[in-house]
């Protein structure tokens, strides 16, 4: 029977040995990869030629001056406004019943595509011609949505 083992002997790998190793291991990922590498290295060159690298370089370079510039913009009234507004309707447009956006954004284009059909029309209007529209179907549809909207709208001005 043999003698057991009551000592485990660990190599250890010199600093040197270990460099060695990692030269060897990276010698064979490049083999491996070389037409992927030879892409890497045309890509940087062209981008060397073209001053993008330059460019990049001094932004990294100048990284804390440009987030100041880039804070200091933002926080800029107007863009605080902007960025406020589009909380805002984005609260809006959450708040609606995607149905409901759907059938007004097809009814708004299909309205547009009337306008342009008949927008080169320079014809005045007369009041005769206003109270027969009324008596159209879609016409009155859509003055009565209007009128609902208004009032809705109405309602919450009062709400406020």
Same mark, same amino acid.
């Given at each position: 029977?043999?003698?057991?083992?009551?000592?485990?002997?660990?190599?250890?790998?010199?600093?040197?040995?270990?460099?060695?190793?990692?030269?060897?291991?990276?010698?064979?990922?490049?083999?491996?990869?070389?037409?992927?590498?030879?892409?890497?290295? @045309?890509?940087?060159? @062209?981008?060397?030629?073209?001053?993008?690298?330059?460019?990049?370089?001094?932004?990294?370079?100048?990284?804390?001056?440009?987030?100041?510039?880039?804070?200091?913009?933002?926080?800029?009234?107007?863009?605080?406004?902007?960025?406020?507004?589009?909380?805002?309707?984005?609260?809006?447009?959450?708040?609606?019943?995607?149905?409901?956006?759907?059938?007004?954004?097809?009814?708004?284009?299909?309205?547009?595509?009337?306008?342009?059909?008949?927008?080169?029309?320079?014809?005045?209007?007369?009041?005769?011609?206003?109270?027969?529209?009324?008596?159209?179907?879609?016409?009155?549809?859509?003055?009565?949505?209007?009128?609902?909207?208004?009032?809705?709208?109405?309602?919450?001005?009062?709400?406020?």
């Amino acid at each position: 029977m043999a003698a057991p083992i009551t000592k485990i002997k660990r190599v250890e790998l010199t600093p040197e040995q270990q460099q060695q190793a990692k030269i060897q291991e990276l010698q064979a990922v490049i083999a491996d990869q070389q037409e992927s590498m030879n892409k890497i290295l @045309e890509l940087t060159a @062209e981008l060397d030629k073209a001053g993008v690298l330059d460019a990049v370089n001094a932004m990294v370079k100048a990284k804390d001056e440009i987030a100041g510039i880039a804070v200091s913009q933002a926080s800029r009234e107007p863009v605080t406004n902007l960025l406020n507004n589009i909380m805002n309707m984005t609260g809006i447009l959450t708040a609606i019943d995607p149905e409901v956006t759907e059938k007004l954004k097809k009814s708004v284009s299909r309205g547009v595509q009337e306008a342009e059909l008949y927008g080169g029309n320079q014809d005045k209007v007369s009041i005769f011609q206003l109270m027969t529209a009324l008596n159209d179907p879609h016409i009155n549809r859509s003055i009565k949505y209007g009128l609902d909207f208004l009032r809705g709208m109405g309602k919450g001005l009062d709400d406020n």
